[in-house]
């Protein structure tokens, strides 16, 4: 049998291994779980619709209907099998790529993005771009190695990012010392005087700041001069109107250490079009979130199997 080359072997036994305790077969099958994982992430990758495995030939000429491959897809993701295989290898692997690095502090990057759907369901929006479109609003959080560690899609996908941030940080799958310096990064759209609880210690986002400008609008001016009694003299009129126009926010600003961490923000991004570039994720046609999110967590996966392979 052909095995696909975008996984590992050893993580190719490591998953057959988990499907194989988790949902044990009690008659012979025709099939191997081998060979239904190469269907998924061709799925995945190229092909990006069922139909297309309209018959498909096995080594023995064998022939069959998609739809028994969508079926066996359904009964993993309602094991939620490869969320928890996912988790497995991460916490195996991940350690021995932070010791190439050798840092003790774990800084993670959070950011949002929108995919296009086309035949969902739930968690529909509206495109920030394309108004008129519908997507679906994912929110994700990575590591400086760019390891997605947490992945959340809420039910409600016009919610502001600010409240994704503590239901991602509750699927977070890597498991951290108590001893461990946590640091959590965001952009602007996010606001410093939030708190989070990750592994039992209250952490602020470092945001970065934006920049006080001295404009002046007319407008306001005028608005300002016709509250005021006509009566009044004038020398009352401009002491008054300045004490309103010329107060300003005193904002605090960045330190040094802060401007490093907020230049590798970059990391989530690029994590994000990692996962796109699959065929399936760039357009949503998963009627159902669970669906979608075990297709990212397959992904994700490839991934973690091209970083550790190219290492080691």
């Known amino acids: 049998m052909k095995y696909s080359k975008l996984i590992d072997q050893k993580f190719r036994e490591e998953i057959l291994n988990y499907v194989n305790l988790k949902l044990p077969r009690i008659r012979k099958a025709k ?57 497995l290898l ?3 692997h991940y350690f021995k790529l932070k010791h190439l690095k050798k840092s003790k502090t774990f800084n993670l990057f959070v950011d949002t993005t929108f995919i296009l759907n086309k035949h969902g369901c739930e968690s529909i929006a509206t495109h920030y771009e394309y108004k008129k479109k519908k997507a ?23 919610s502001h990012d600010v409240k994704l941030v503590t239901p991602t940080i509750n699927n977070i799958v890597l498991k951290f010392n ?3 310096n946590i640091k959590l990064i965001g952009d602007k759209g996010y606001t410093s005087s939030d708190k989070f609880n990750i592994n039992n210690k209250d952490v602020k986002i470092i945001v970065p700041v934006k920049k006080y400008k001295k404009k002046i609008n007319k407008k306001i001016n ?17 002491k008054v109107n300045k004490k309103k126009v010329n107060k300003k926010k005193k904002v605090k600003k960045n ?14 991004e690029h994590s994000i079009n990692e996962i796109k570039k699959a065929e399936r994720l760039m357009l949503r046609k998963d ?10 967590y397959l992904r994700l996966i490839l991934i973690l199997s091209n970083k550790t392979t190219k290492i080691f």
């Not at 066996?72 to 988790?87: D, K, L, P, Q």
């Not at 250490?257 to 989530?268: A, G, Q, S």
Request: proline residues 1%.
């Open 31 to 87: 099939y191997d779980y081998s060979y239904y994982l190469n269907q998924f992430i061709l799925v995945l990758t190229k092909l990006a619709n069922w139909s297309s495995l309209t018959y498909v030939t096995n080594d023995n000429n064998k022939t069959f209907h998609y739809k028994s491959i969508y079926n066996e897809y359904i009964r993993w993701t309602n094991a939620n099998i490869f969320a928890h295989v996912y988790e």
């Open 90 to 92: 991460l916490n195996k």
């Open 136 to 158: 679906t609003k994912v929110s994700i959080i990575a590591d400086e190695l760019g390891c997605v560690i947490g992945v959340h899609i809420p039910l409600n996908s016009n």
């Open 178 to 180: 108590k001893t461990a």
């Open 222 to 238: 005028k608005k300002i001069n016709k509250k005021v009694n006509m009566t009044v003299n004038k020398n009352i009129n401009k």
């Open 255 to 268: 330190t040094k250490f802060e401007h490093k961490l907020l230049r590798h923000r970059y990391i989530v």
């Open 287 to 296: 009627k159902i979130n669970s669906t979608f999110l075990s297709f990212i």
